[in-house]
């Protein structure tokens, strides 16, 4: 028996490869399939099923694709209907896999078809659990997800999920492996754990939701409670993975189109494309396309781009660095943004050659910052609600990035005003929104509220965020 965990940082998210005797399953696969079929091939083994443990909302899988490539059947649990081809299959139902057994848990809640896939070993113990968003590590699935599609309210289905839990998660044996689909840094939780595998008797202990002498309605109160909107991409996602989508190969071809500036800046006036620049913060603040947004591939890239653009349909012109371009291009894809247009010919500074306007952000570091706190002057801090109710910078105005069109009428018309986050990723993207809406008397603070405090910047008491509701 093989078991590997393909995790993909950006998405917290894990895949999963289980192989034996030369078969193999795939479960909750990315969009970008060569990997498992490079993988089964190393291992001279076939893809003989694809298991999805519900319709994604954060990612597009690539169970499609995988299916198309192998001619492996996709198995959903009960109550899936998709509008392709695939195995729905009864509750308690058991697949062979070599010497293993695969058997469907229905456990509904998060969503009404979310399952849970029980792994039991050649002697036909129980070995593993891959929970999908049904049981995270510290964290179950949120139940707000899925209400219009299921005609329920949230506290409805975090009773079916409350159900589910007790009924077929929490009898299993303590040693048996939690593979979730998902960790730290998703928003399909609230209090996720950074480690991405634990044991069921573990989580029995430590995780809220799996309390013994918890009451449903403690439970429902306690999962519902404090749940952040979520991002406006999420609907379009599993419309995407219900119905089915375009090959990502089509993608990459349309995407990875080099353009001249010329080019480029016909496409930007002709298409409504954004132009989305994805180096790092410090070299779009040097000098970027005007009107671009700034979204670095070195941060929580894919949700950000999922949050902030919204619609997967908006046409997208890349500047990216060099060699970066079809990395750019998949990780869009994961999330559903097919719309690549191209990309930008030896990047900004062929923009520049072609004497093309160039926008900057202006940006100071943490001293000089302090130095300009000794006079009155108005701070918006674009970290989370809870980064900000920890700890802040005094007088700061709190302006979430993921809300920050909400806030648009707060910054002042004239007036410069500073705007800083954590470390400095998601304050220089701030920048590039509140730019393309006109909005160009800021200073972003380089290095964010790790900076800051680093100079001796007072700041509130800290209290600590697992006390926050």
């Given at each position: 028996m093989k078991i590997e965990q393909i995790y993909t940082g950006c998405l917290a998210q894990g895949a999963y490869y289980i192989e034996s005797k030369g078969e193999v399953a795939i479960i909750d696969p990315l969009r970008e399939v060569k990997p498992y079929l490079k993988r089964a091939l190393e291992d001279g083994a076939k893809i003989k099923y694809i298991f999805e443990t519900h319709f994604?909302?954060?990612?597009?899988?690539?169970?499609?694709?995988?299916?198309?490539?192998?001619?492996?059947?996709?198995?959903?649990?009960?109550?899936?209907?998709?509008?392709?081809?695939?195995?729905?299959?009864?509750?308690?139902?058991?697949?062979?896999?070599?010497?293993?057994?695969?058997?469907?848990?229905?456990?509904?809640?998060?969503?009404?078809?979310s399952t849970t896939y029980l792994l039991k070993d050649e002697m036909g113990k129980d070995h593993a659990i891959f929970s999908g968003d049904t049981l995270f590590l510290g964290d179950v699935g949120r139940p707000d997800l899925a209400q219009k599609a299921a005609h329920m309210t949230q506290e409805e289905l975090a009773g079916t999920l409350f159900d589910s839990l007790r009924n077929k998660i929490m009898p299993l044996a303590d040693d048996i492996t939690v593979y979730p689909a998902h960790g730290a840094g998703s928003a399909c939780g609230k209090n996720m754990m950074k480690e991405t595998v634990d044991t069921l008797g573990n989580q029995k202990k430590m995780n809220y939701a799996l309390r013994a002498d918890m009451t449903k309605e403690e439970f429902v109160k306690e999962v519902t409670d404090g749940l952040l909107p979520p991002p406006q991409y999420f609907p379009l996602n599993v419309k995407m993975n219900k119905?089915?989508?375009?090959?990502?190969?089509?993608?990459?071809?349309?995407?990875?189109?080099?353009?001249?500036?010329?080019?480029?800046?016909?496409?930007?006036?002709?298409?409504?494309a954004i132009v989305l620049d994805v180096r790092h913060q410090d070299d779009f603040?040097?000098?970027?396309?005007?009107?671009?947004?700034?979204?670095?591939?070195?941060?929580?890239?894919?949700?950000?781009?999922?949050?902030?653009?919204?619609?997967?349909?908006?046409?997208?012109?890349?500047?990216?660095?060099?060699?970066?371009?079809?990395?750019?291009?998949?990780?869009?894809?994961r999330v559903g943004f097919d719309g690549t247009l191209g990309y930008l010919e030896g990047g900004i500074e062929t923009w520049e050659s072609a004497g093309k306007e160039i926008d900057t952000v202006k940006s100071?570091?943490?001293?000089?910052?302090?130095?300009?706190?000794?006079?009155?002057?108005?701070?918006?801090?674009?970290?989370?609600?809870?980064?900000?109710?920890?700890?802040?910078?005094?007088?700061?105005?709190?302006?979430?990035?993921?809300?920050?069109?909400?806030?648009?009428?707060?910054?002042?018309?004239?007036?410069?005003?500073?705007?800083?986050?954590?470390g400095g990723y998601r304050s220089m993207i701030a920048a590039s929104i509140l730019k393309s809406r006109g909005i160009h008397n800021l200073v972003d603070v380089a290095g964010g509220f790790k900076a800051i405090k680093e100079v001796g910047i007072p700041v509130t008491d800290f209290v600590c965020p697992t006390t926050l509701k």
């Open positions: 994604h909302a954060d990612f597009v899988s690539g169970h499609v694709t995988l299916s198309k490539e192998t001619g492996a059947p996709i198995i959903f649990g009960p109550n899936a209907n998709p509008s392709f081809d695939a195995i729905i299959a009864k509750d308690e139902q058991e697949f062979r896999l070599g010497e293993l057994t695969i058997k469907v848990l229905h456990t509904p809640g998060h969503t009404m078809e119905e089915g989508y375009e090959d990502i190969d089509d993608v990459l071809e349309r995407g990875t189109q080099a353009l001249s500036p010329d080019a480029f800046e016909t496409a930007a006036n002709e298409t409504g603040a040097k000098g970027h396309v005007p009107r671009s947004i700034f979204i670095g591939l070195g941060g929580s890239f894919a949700p950000w781009v999922g949050a902030l653009i919204a619609d997967v349909k908006q046409p997208i012109l890349l500047v990216a660095p060099k060699g970066k371009e079809e990395e750019t291009i998949t990780r869009l894809s100071i570091d943490a001293n000089e910052f302090k130095q300009r706190l000794s006079e009155e002057v108005p701070v918006f801090d674009v970290r989370k609600k809870t980064e900000y109710a920890a700890e802040h910078v005094g007088d700061a105005m709190l302006a979430p990035l993921d809300f920050i069109n909400d806030h648009l009428s707060e910054f002042p018309e004239k007036e410069t005003f500073y705007v800083h986050c954590a």
